[in-house]
């Protein structure tokens, strides 16, 4: 999901397609353990409008090697947890148990909830590598 800073950007082109920038909370699990705890990780991502989606892909370069996630829709995959390499998921920072049940039952279904609010304050309390909001990022 956008975190709400004064930093984000939409826009349409002339063709009526919708564009948006900005600081993206990502919802994680590692591709090969679906079953591990849930991160998060903030970045930089551009997002563009396909079909009725919005789609980008936000990029995490860890040692001169870049890893591409493809996303879409709250939190990286429509509202649910999106599966990443696990170099990518190490970076993240454990969600706290209370923000978990509140994305439980949130009630986003494709989008962000009630929890919204919540998961916006604590994103932007991450600090790098976790995050690439705050002074100082990279």
């Known amino acids: ?3 709400i800073t004064n930093q984000q950007r939409r826009w349409y082109n002339r063709d009526g397609s919708q564009h948006a920038s900005g600081y993206f909370l990502v919802l994680m699990t590692p591709e090969d353990d679906h079953k591990a ?3 998060g990780l903030v970045r930089s991502v551009r997002l563009h ?8 892909t936000l990029v995490v370069r860890i040692k001169g090697k870049s890893y591409e996630v493809p996303r879409s829709g709250a939190y ?3 509202g649910l947890i999106r ?3 696990r170099p990518v998921y190490e970076r993240g920072v454990e969600l706290p148990p209370e923000l978990r049940e509140a994305w439980n039952l949130g009630g986003g279904h ?5 929890e919204a609010a919540d998961m916006d304050e604590w994103a932007k309390t991450l600090v790098y590598p976790a995050s690439t909001y705050k002074q100082g990022k990279r």
């Open 49 to 56: 409008q396909c079909g009725h989606f919005m789609m980008g």
């Open 37 to 39: 705890s849930f991160r």
């Open 76 to 78: 990286g995959a429509d």
């Open 110 to 114: 494709n989008s962000a909830g009630s």
């Open 1 to 3: 999901m956008f975190l």
């Open 83 to 85: 599966g990443v390499p």
